[in-house]
């Protein structure tokens, strides 16, 4: 690393952040951080697969390795053009990140990568290679390898060590080794084809058949170390050698390599015209959604589950509601969230809630309310598609309730965009297309890194043969032998791509699955489409919270013009309908939906008036000439007859009775209603009595003596004490302010340029003190100098009439002991202030925290 110039550290730092956690002091720091498992496995997450098939390739050749002898395993035998020139971009990219080094000649992994992705009895390669004849032959006695030797055709050695040599040469040279093969017998090769691409693992019974006695004495199979989980070592188990395997595969460590990341496929194609307009559309749908969603939750929401989140009986109550699915409704309630529009009022009687940014959010204009809205949506890591799957623990995984975060999501999210991004304008590819991009970008990334077991990632899959093949051949594959194969789950990462591609539907920012022009904006400043480099188009694609509400805001720029203006008027019909032809105003809109049911959503949505939802214009305070001028007002035909007679009608039987608290009474002036109230077989449940010819009684409350007498088809009123109607107009119930949920980081944030300018340097500084000439220092014991108050003093007043550097020992004030190389520039009042050449930086030392000074050679 100290052969690095400072582009290539700031490189290192940029690709692994978590090299900066704390900044090392020096480069012995840095490698030994570098080489760790838990920084190499997170390195080896991050590789794409052509990168990740390098390093494999690898772990699995020699060690130190030529240029030659990798691409030969790469490309095996016969050249492939694209594996040639795609390879030194991967042992670039190995390098970068610290996880290769040496000389093209002598190219190696790092430790920590070669113990991760080389084969091994508990840890199967990806290559689906076995161990070497040195490695598999370790465990066997000298007279068995001699035995081996002798009947491959070799001349017998004196020790095991040069047998296993000469039988690696023999494995390693395809003419010797072809014609080895061809006195083979027939089923041999079949056993050898089975387990050339791996699991290079199986099984012989006692007593084998002639043609597992050919292989197993001439080396071709031997026996296995191998050791099942948690097991003794499994008897009768033999592997095929890497050394010949490779000759089997015309010298490939991988059956198939990737050296290309597959490009987006298309779909379809439009124009950009219908793609904004589409998404426009989708926009305002969005908007609408979550004002009702936060309209219907306006006087007190769900209450709270005692584990956090929302009940699976009220998310189909919000579903229901907003005329959605539950997988919808989950995402709606959720985006409200991370935007801070609702939240959990904290009482004890624990509801959700909109909070006050909910009322100052409404009156902004509709882009702007949008922008907050998609600016939310960039940077959470909660996954709303999570809702109803299953946590490690096989808890149901609540909308707005714990274990939602997913700290890869916003990563995906932005580069699902920057992918479209890169397609022509009004292009939408094929979501499966997307899902092959990113599961080659990051092909560990929902799977397990190699070398982490079961359990924690991968999934191993089992080679298994019929009957049959166990009959003819004596052999099969170990039942507890990993496959090669890499299938591609459904991993977390897949889900969350294609939960991008609907959740930028459903908020307008694609429209027909193509990027609209606002949407692209979301990506002008972070590096977009084409223009970025593969290396940084497979980075984290992370923005800031900052960073993101300003894209949303130059996005809503470009939508605002699209967006319908709002209306301030309808179309009555005489089916007692009203169709409001756009997004009407908000007195409008909200007046209009006390007076009228919402029968259909859509471009124009269509009111319906009924004889309840008038009645709850009345409770609200309403008078019914009120409702006809404002009929009349805001339609742009006259009021419909019907409509009108409507309107009248419950307005008369309105309040003709009245219901108070006795337990609860009934009055009406006109006796004869009474008498029908009480002769009502569906008034039994109301345990009503006639107190005195206009005056019931029942033993209910006076809300439940409302709505029984209503469901009779009755239009009572509440009354006060004093006999005057009450308006049932409920309070909006409110949260105390609330700032969003934070969004959970993956590991540390990206490093800016200013603090990798400032790590490089400090690295700098710390190395050139770790690692420049000392004077040696008489009766110095330890790693810091140690001398005397007398001797530190008058040396650093020499110093600065010298001006020379010194190296000293200092512990600060938390007791945390450090050496540094200071110029002294003035000593006075029990201080020394020095230019600190480890910090870079002018600063001032206690001399009673110094423990000792010298001088450096030369100085």
């Known amino acids: 690393m100290r052969a690095h110039d400072d582009a290539a550290l700031a490189a290192l730092l940029r690709a692994r952040p978590d090299l900066l956690s704390p900044v090392p002091g020096d480069m012995s720091q840095l490698a030994g951080r570098a080489g760790t498992r838990a920084s190499v496995v997170r390195a080896v997450e991050r590789l794409d697969r052509f990168a990740l098939q390098t390093a494999e390739a690898l772990a699995v050749a020699p060690d130190p390795a030529t240029y030659e002898e990798l691409l030969g395993l790469m490309a095996g035998s016969e050249p492939d053009q694209r594996v040639a020139k795609a390879l030194p971009r991967a042992l670039g990219t190995l390098r970068e990140q610290a996880l290769v080094w040496g000389e093209p000649d002598r190219l190696r992994l790092v430790r920590t990568a070669r113990e991760l992705l080389a084969p091994s009895p508990q840890h199967p390669s990806p290559t689906g290679l076995g161990p070497t004849v040195a490695e598999a032959a370790a465990g066997m006695s000298p007279g068995r390898v001699q035995e081996i030797v002798t009947a491959a055709g070799l001349a017998r050695t004196h020790d095991s060590v040069s047998a296993t040599a000469a039988l690696t040469g023999l494995f390693t040279d395809p003419g010797r080794m072809a014609a080895l093969l061809a006195d083979a017998p027939a089923a041999a090769h079949e056993v050898l084809q089975r387990l050339t691409w791996g699991p290079p693992y199986g099984k012989v019974t006692a007593e084998p058949a002639a043609h597992l006695r050919w292989l197993l004495d001439r080396g071709l199979l031997l026996p296995s170390p191998r050791l099942r989980p948690g097991g003794p070592p499994s008897p009768g188990t033999v592997v095929l050698p890497r050394e010949a395997a490779l000759h089997l595969r015309a010298g490939r460590a991988h059956r198939a390599t990737d050296p290309e990341p597959p490009e987006p ?50 998310l189909k109550r919000t579903a229901n509601a907003l005329d959605v699915t539950e997988q919808l409704a989950a995402f709606w309630v959720e985006l409200a969230f991370c935007a801070g529009l609702l939240a959990s009022d904290g009482e004890a009687d624990e509801r959700f809630a909109a909070t006050p940014a909910y009322d100052e959010w409404r009156e902004l ?16 890591t909660r996954a709303p598609g999570l809702v109803g799957g299953r946590d ?5 995984l609540s909308a707005l309730g714990p274990g939602l975060d997913r700290s890869a999501a916003p990563e995906v999210r932005h580069r699902v965009l920057e992918l479209l991004a890169a397609l022509p304008e009004g292009t939408a590819p094929a979501p499966e297309s997307v899902l092959a991009r990113l599961a080659w970008e990051r092909p560990l990334r929902g799977a397990a890194t190699p070398g982490r077991g079961a359990g924690e990632g991968r999934t191993e899959q089992t080679g298994r043969t ?43 920012v694609t429209g027909r699955g193509a990027l609209s022009a606002h949407g692209r904006e979301l990506l002008v400043g972070e590096g977009r489409g084409p223009a970025r480099s593969r290396e940084e188009a497979t980075g984290s694609g992370v923005v800031s919270a900052v960073s993101a509400a300003v894209a949303a805001d130059r996005a809503a720029r470009l939508l605002a013009p699209l967006l319908p203006e709002p209306v ?26 006390v007076l009228a049911d919402v029968e259909s959503k859509g471009g124009a949505t269509v009111y319906r008036f009924t004889p309840g939802s008038v009645r709850r214009a009345l409770d609200a305070g309403h008078a019914a000439a009120e409702l006809h001028a404002f009929l009349a007002a805001h339609s742009r035909t006259p009021v419909p007859q019907p409509l009108a007679y409507l309107i009248d009608d419950v307005a008369r039987r309105h309040g003709h009775l009245r219901i108070g608290a006795a337990s609860a009474y009934v009055r009406c002036d006109d006796e004869s209603v009474l008498g029908e109230i009480i002769a009502d077989r569906r008034s039994q449940a109301l345990r009503l009595r006639r107190l005195a010819p206009t005056v019931l009684v029942a033993q209910t409350d006076p809300a439940t003596l409302l709505e029984g007498l209503r469901s009779m088809g009755f239009a009572p009123a509440a009354e006060s004490p004093e006999g005057d109607v009450l308006v049932s107009r409920a309070d909006s119930h409110r949260t105390g302010p609330r700032t969003p949920p934070e969004p ?18 400090a690295i700098r500084a710390g190395d050139l003190a770790a690692t420049v000439p000392r004077r040696e220092v008489p009766e110095q014991s330890g790693e810091l100098p140690r001398t005397s108050s007398a001797e530190t003093l008058a040396t650093m007043q020499a110093a600065v009439l010298t001006n020379e550097a010194l190296w000293i020992g200092y512990v600060n004030a938390e007791g945390t002991a450090s050496q540094r190389v200071i110029a002294p520039i003035r000593v006075e009042g029990g201080f020394v202030t020095a230019f600190d050449h480890t910090a870079d930086e002018v600063r001032t030392y206690p001399l009673h925290r110094i423990t000792g000074v010298a001088e450096l050679a030369g100085g």
């Open 365 to 380: 204009p509709d882009s702007a309310r949008w922008s907050a809205l998609v600016a939310a949506w960039l940077t959470a």
């Open 466 to 508: 019929d009957a049959a093949d166990r009959t003819d051949t004596a052999l099969h594959a170990d039942p507890g032998a990993p496959d090669e194969s890499r299938t591609r789950q459904d991993d977390l990462r897949s889900r969350l791509a294609r939960w991008t591609l609907q959740e930028a539907e459903l908020l307008g």
């Open 744 to 761: 959970v980081p993956e590991g540390p944030p990206l490093p800016d340029a200013t603090l990798l300018r400032a790590a490089v340097r």
């Open 265 to 314: 496929a298309a779909v379809g194609t439009y124009g950009a015209r219908v793609v904004d307009a589409t998404a426009a559309g989708q926009a305002q749908t969005a908007l609408a959604t979550v004002e009702e969603l936060l309209r219907d939750w306006d006087e007190g929401g769900p209450s709270v589950l005692r584990a956090g989140g929302l009940s699976v009986r009220d």
């Open 392 to 396: 490690a623990k096989d808890r149901t």
């Open 568 to 593: 301030d008027e309808v179309l009555l019909q005489a089916d007692l309908t009203a169709v409001a032809p756009g997004p009407l105003r908000r007195p409008l809109a909200h007046t209009l939906s």
